[in-house]
C-alpha cells in the first residue's frame, strides 16, 4: 500500500494533462484536448464490424 504522504492529490491529479502527463501550467495543450475529444468521439461511437 502507497503512504498517504506519497499518494498524488486530486489537486496535482487536476493540474496535470492526461494526455502528455505534463503540468497543465506549461500550456499548450489545445492538441491534448483535441486528442481527448476524439478518444471519447470514438468510445461513444457503435463498433462496426
Given at each position: 500500500m502507497i503512504p498517504d504522504?506519497?499518494?498524488p492529490t486530486v489537486y496535482d491529479w487536476?493540474?496535470?494533462c492526461d494526455i502528455c502527463l505534463r503540468p497543465?501550467?506549461?500550456g499548450g495543450h489545445q492538441?491534448?484536448?483535441k486528442k481527448r475529444q476524439?478518444?471519447?468521439r470514438q468510445e461513444q461511437?457503435?463498433?462496426q464490424q
Open positions: 504522504t506519497e499518494r487536476n493540474a496535470t497543465r501550467s506549461a492538441k491534448c484536448s476524439a478518444m471519447r461511437e457503435p463498433r
